[in-house]
């Protein structure tokens, strides 16, 4: 059973950085990408970005430059590093791991940005 952790979430202001963490379970997790996904109140959750396994990443236009995204497979953990952040960054940020057709989430950790 795989099972994922986000964690670092926070209260930040605007322009300060926040490092999220996602904590994976398995073996299963050092050999698959990653992904990273964020869901405003009353929006559809929406793609931040992906790492594959051997560390390649990418983020979505809104956050490039901004965010960025390792990972330390000998810990199995995926970072998600924040800077430069903006209140409209505020949001519940979620962890994904896809093995064949089924999805695994993370229960999600909250950032918050104020103004």
């Known amino acids: 059973q795989v099972q994922l952790v986000e964690s670092g979430g926070g209260l930040v202001q605007a322009g300060g950085s926040v490092r999220l963490s996602c904590a994976a379970s398995g073996r299963i997790f050092t050999i698959k990408p990653i992904t990273w996904y964020r869901q405003a109140p009353g929006e559809q959750r929406g793609w931040v970005g992906g790492i594959a396994s051997g560390g390649s990443a990418e983020v979505a236009h809104s956050v490039k430059g901004r965010f960025t995204i390792s990972r330390d497979n000998a810990k199995n953990l995926v970072y998600l590093q924040m800077n430069s952040l903006k209140p409209e960054d505020t949001a519940a940020y979620y962890c994904?791991?896809?093995?064949?057709?089924?999805?695994?989430w993370g229960p999600g950790t909250q950032v918050t940005v104020s103004s």
């Open positions: 994904n791991l896809r093995i064949e057709e089924t999805d695994y």
